[in-house]
């Protein structure tokens, strides 16, 4: 490391002891500090255009787990620097809740039968084509999360779903 990295870290270490004794201003003045990468993580959740209306959700809770990194990080140790603890803790907290999402949006389109696509006995024709057009975002969904390798494998199965 070089000198003006080593007094840099410093600071950044004599701003998380105050924080973590309760001084609110070093608490902001590292959240000023650190802000881009926190916009950059839920930048990186919000590429997903399903999920682009969460992004306020995803910058709060990205904040509050940026705020437990500081609690949490061992200023004693000297292997990792806090930057990176707190990119790993808000990267892995902004997955979980992706898959969160992901599983209530796959329970919810799962609820939906073919009962509800039907008006007085007769079928709505604009829910046939919202059951369309979710199946498309959950297919496109499928395609972007899956390797080749596991996207093939899933088009194998339903080809012999649909052939058995």
């Not at 998380?16 to 000023?32: C, H, N, Q, T």
């Not at 006995?121 to 899956?146: A, F, H, M």
Request: aromatic fraction near 10%.
């Amino acid at each position: 490391m070089s000198l003006q990295n080593d007094i840099r870290q410093a600071d950044v270490l004599q701003l998380i002891m105050r924080a973590k004794s309760g001084d609110g201003d070093a608490f902001e003045e590292l959240l000023a500090q650190y802000t881009p990468l926190i916009n950059a993580s839920v930048a990186r959740c919000l590429q997903n255009e399903l999920y682009a209306s969460y992004g306020e959700d995803f910058r709060q809770e990205a904040t509050l787990v940026f705020y437990n990194s500081i609690l949490t990080y061992d200023t004693e140790q000297q292997d990792v620097e806090f930057g990176l603890y707190a990119r790993i803790c808000i990267s892995n907290a902004l997955i979980s809740q992706l898959r969160v999402l992901k599983k209530r949006k796959a329970e919810r389109l799962a609820e939906t039968s073919d009962d509800d696509l039907f008006v007085n006995g007769e079928e709505d024709p604009s829910l046939r084509v919202l059951e369309q057009e979710s199946l498309k975002t959950l297919y496109s969904v499928i395609r972007t999360n899956l390797s080749e390798l596991e996207y093939g494998w899933a088009e194998v199965e339903k080809d012999f779903a649909e052939k058995g």
